[in-house]
């Protein structure tokens, strides 16, 4: 099945960038998305990338696909602290059949 | 944008009693919906996913007569623990995917339950 990596930790400054990586096993995946949970909180979807795409751009936000190497990124341009959060990557395949998440990215904004 | 409520918020209970948590699609339909539960620190872990008019689908290793899904409509999906037991402690997190348009995903914002 489907095994999605991340890293579990990332600390930097306010002001700087963000940058949080994900890779993922299962070439078929179609789907592509980050997460963003605080403490006690549902899931919020920050955004999704198709697999036909490489790059998607949304405010502070860009996610870069490398569909060949199998990796997700996620940066965060002018981190504050309200990013503070546990970042989640999760792929799935076009028939939706299965949706994995990784473990999980807590990222610590210090000011 | 579309909006998954999820209720209750936080649950405590006493052992050997049964809990329910809905989860209601507010502005889309949903013919399906899925099931997580977290542990603390962990990533999410799916349980089931809900079928309106059919029964749900269990992964495995999960007790389908212990966690009761019911999807009854096109907006409402509701899990039930039964006779929960202190390790059935966890946050339980539901989503559903609009219509047609599985590229997004929504959550609900999940049930901390805690069984004494």
């Known amino acids: 099945g489907e095994d999605v990596e991340q890293s579990l930790f990332l600390s930097v400054r306010e002001g700087d960038s963000s940058v949080i990586n994900c890779t993922y096993t299962?070439?078929?995946?179609?789907?592509l998305y980050w997460y963003k949970q605080e403490p006690g909180a549902g899931l919020q979807l920050l955004t999704y990338?198709?697999?036909?795409?490489d790059m998607k751009q949304d405010q502070r936000l860009t996610v870069l696909l490398n569909k060949k190497d199998k990796h997700l990124s996620l940066r965060i341009a002018d981190t504050q602290t309200g990013d503070s959060a546990i970042y989640f990557c999760?792929?799935?395949?076009?028939?939706?059949?299965?949706?994995?998440f990784g473990k999980g990215t807590m990222l610590l904004v210090s000011p | 944008g579309a909006v998954v409520s999820q209720h209750p918020s936080r649950v405590i209970c006493k052992s050997g009693t049964s809990v329910k948590i809905e989860c209601r699609s507010l502005?889309?339909?949903?013919?399906?919906m899925f099931w997580y539960r977290q542990f603390p620190k962990q990533s999410l872990m799916l349980m089931a996913t809900?079928?309106?008019?059919?029964?749900?689908?269990?992964e495995q290793g999960v007790e389908k007569d212990k966690f009761l899904i019911n999807h009854a409509s096109l907006t409402l999906s509701t899990l039930t623990v039964t006779s929960a037991h202190p390790e059935d402690s966890s946050f339980y997190i539901c989503?559903?995917?609009?219509?047609?348009?599985?590229?997004?995903?929504?959550f609900g914002s999940g049930t901390q339950l805690s069984v004494l």
């Open positions: 809900s079928n309106e008019g059919s029964k749900a689908t269990y």
């Open positions: 502005d889309f339909q949903a013919t399906t």
């Open positions: 990338i198709f697999s036909n795409m």
């Open positions: 989503s559903a995917p609009p219509m047609g348009g599985y590229e997004k995903l929504f």
């Open positions: 999760a792929a799935t395949d076009s028939g939706y059949s299965t949706l994995t």
């Open positions: 299962d070439s078929s995946s179609t789907y």
